[in-house]
Nanobody, 125 residues
Framework: QVQLVESGGGSVQAGGSLRLSCAAS????????MGWFRQAPGKEREGVAV???????HYADSVKGRFTISKDNAKNTLYLQMNSLKPEDTAVYYC???????????????????WGQGTQVTVSS
């Protein structure tokens, strides 16, 4: 079993910053891809950023240059630093772990089998 607990969401004005954290416990280690996803009202869940098993980061085009994903393996904690936030970034943000070890990275939500409860991010104009 894997437990993922997000924190750090909130409300900010456009141009502001937030840092999300995701504490992982249970059956997790650096051999699993981990990522951040988001779901806005009325929209499908989409991939935002992923760290692969080599520690490399991958981003959706919509957040490149603004968001940074990182992981502290000693603390089993995943982070998402979000800068220059826009109203269209408003969504519930989820962290997730891949279903299996040592797979090629992906931003597709269906690849991930373990999910946190989500944290709301609201960006006002």
């Amino acid at each position: 079993q894997v437990q993922l607990v997000e924190s750090g969401g909130g409300s900010v004005q456009a141009g502001g910053s937030l840092r999300l954290s995701c504490a992982a416990s249970g059956y997790t280690d650096s051999t699993y891809c981990m990522g951040w996803f988001r779901q806005a009202p009325g929209k499908e869940r989409e991939g935002v950023a992923v760290i692969d098993t080599f520690g490399s980061s991958h981003y959706a085009d919509s957040v490149k240059g603004r968001f940074t994903i990182s992981k502290d393996n000693a603390k089993n904690t995943l982070y998402l630093q979000m800068n220059s936030l826009k109203p269209e970034d408003t969504a519930v943000y989820y962290c997730a772990q891949d279903r299996a070890r040592l797979r090629t990275w992906s931003l597709l939500p269906e690849r991930f089998g373990y999910w946190g409860q989500g944290t709301q991010v609201t960006v006002s104009s």
